[in-house]
């Protein structure tokens, strides 16, 4: 099955910078790669996705890059506020179980 | 629009007591249907999943079951809850095989169940 690892675990920036967390999977049949936001005590939501036909996406100030031979995504947000400040999980499209496959999340502070 | 609706959203129970975790989801047909667990400042571990009334796929062996009686509810439940069992319980939703693979799923707003 696949297998998704995510770094870094922890990340401080301050306010205004840039904040850039990876993620690598280990199946090349994987096809779609959705990032989730979670803050303390709420449900995961869909911030941002993409399909491998597509090698970034951008949504404002947050956008995705796909490396497909590299097998690896990154999530990058711009010009942070601390309202980005929460726990980030990436995650790859498991064909095996028609699930989706979770990395370890990234706790994100931005310092205002 | 799809919602989907999860309760209780708190829940404190005794070692050795059962458990009933009710999950819907409106507005879509067929869906497949998730389980997560989530322990404190910890990622989110898949429990089961189901693509079809009574069809549920158990990702780790432990003393929790589930299942789907109907197209858009999906059930968990234990027998005897464990200390281990504490957790944030939350259950999602995705489109259905027909829609291809390498769906988003999205999440219900979780029951924290606390075991005393």
């Known amino acids: 099955g696949e297998n998704v690892e995510q770094h870094p675990s922890t990340l401080s920036v301050q306010e205004g910078d840039s904040a850039v967390i990876k993620c690598t999977y280990s199946d090349s049949a994987s096809n779609y790669f959705p990032w989730y936001k979670q803050e303390l005590g709420k449900r995961p939501q869909l911030i941002i996705d993409i399909r491998s036909n597509v090698g970034e996406k951008k949504d404002q100030r947050i956008a995705v890059t796909l490396n497909k031979t590299a097998k690896h995504f990154s999530l990058h947000i711009t010009e942070t506020q601390p309202e980005d400040s929460a726990v980030y999980f990436c995650?790859?499209?498991?064909?095996?179980?028609?699930?989706?496959?979770f990395g370890s999340g990234t706790r994100l502070q931005v310092q205002p | 629009s799809q919602t989907i609706h999860q309760w209780p959203a708190t829940l404190v129970q005794p070692v050795g007591s059962p458990l009933s975790l009710e999950c819907t989801v409106e507005g879509t047909s067929n869906p497949n249907l998730y389980w997560y667990r989530q322990a404190a400042g910890r990622g989110l571990q898949l429990l089961f999943y189901?693509?079809?009334?009574?069809?549920i796929s158990s990702e780790v062996p432990q003393n929790l079951s589930a299942s789907r009686p109907q197209d858009r509810q999906f059930i968990l439940s234990s027998k005897k809850l464990l200390l281990s069992d504490s957790g944030f319980y939350l259950c999602?939703?995705?489109?259905?095989?027909?829609?291809?693979?390498?769906?988003?799923?999205?999440f219900g707003d979780g029951t924290r169940l606390s075991i005393l």
């Open positions: 995650a790859a499209s498991d064909r095996g179980r028609r699930a989706l496959t």
């Open positions: 999602a939703w995705s489109e259905g095989a027909s829609r291809g693979p390498g769906q988003p799923q999205h």
């Open positions: 189901s693509v079809g009334i009574g069809q």
